[in-house]
T-cell receptor, first 109, second 112 residues
């Protein structure tokens, strides 16, 4: 089993839709969790940190479920500009960030 | 402005040549990382360093070498032993133990 797993998609949704991605991790000692956004041929950029209590930033909501070992990202009211690859990052007990393969999102008019 | 600078942005090399990719940060971060990304794939860890003068192999270190003589600098050498070096290389840094990564703009290496 891979350490961090994501459905690669692509998720193809119309503008205004709500879309959710999940990411599962295998190391129960993992300490911190993040979602990054990566545009085509660019470096990843931090979208959100994921806290135990969950957190929200505008249209984006991230949640952590330690019991089931997954994190989620919910995007409401999708915009064309949300089209990108969303990378899940898990920081294990050794403080080495491990990336999921990424989930591709395509928002169409 | 603080950040990470990678150079060159684009690099072409002939088979059998070693190349060195530069990575410099002025964020005063202890930890630095090199990742490789192939088309349609996630990031795979090549090497990482959590302190000056120390570094560890990641998942795909074969054919690569690094040094960490200064806190600010973590150059990556792609050697001729790397069988398939064409890829997008990303350098990142973080405050040790925090996990939030700051990335450079990447170096795109093409072997001709």
């Amino acid at each position: 089993r891979k350490e961090v797993e994501q459905d690669p998609g692509p998720f193809n949704v119309p503008e205004g839709a709500t879309v959710a991605f999940n990411c599962t991790y295998s190391n129960s000692a993992s300490q911190s969790f993040f979602w990054y956004r990566q545009d085509c041929r660019k470096e990843p950029k931090l979208l959100m940190s994921v806290y135990s209590s969950g957190n929200e930033d505008g249209r984006f909501t991230a949640q952590l479920n330690r019991a089931s070992q997954y994190i989620s990202l919910l995007i409401r009211d999708s915009k064309l500009s949300d089209s990108a690859t969303y990378l899940c990052v898990v920081n294990g007990g050794s403080y080495i960030p491990t990336f999921g393969r990424g989930t591709s999102l395509i928002v169409h008019p | 402005d603080g950040g990470i600078t990678q150079s060159p942005k684009y690099l072409f090399r002939k088979e059998g040549q070693n190349v060195t990719l530069s990575c410099e940060q002025n964020l005063n971060h202890d930890a630095m990382y090199w990742y490789r990304q192939d088309p349609g794939q996630g990031l795979r860890l090549i090497y990482y360093s959590q302190i000056v003068n120390d570094f560890q192999k990641g998942d795909i270190a074969e054919g690569y070498s690094v040094s960490r003589e200064k806190k600010e600098s973590f150059p990556l050498t792609v050697t001729s032993a790397q069988k398939n070096p064409t890829a997008f290389y990303l350098c990142a840094s973080s405050i040790f133990g925090d996990g939030e990564l700051f990335f450079g703009e990447g170096s795109r290496l093409t072997v001709l």
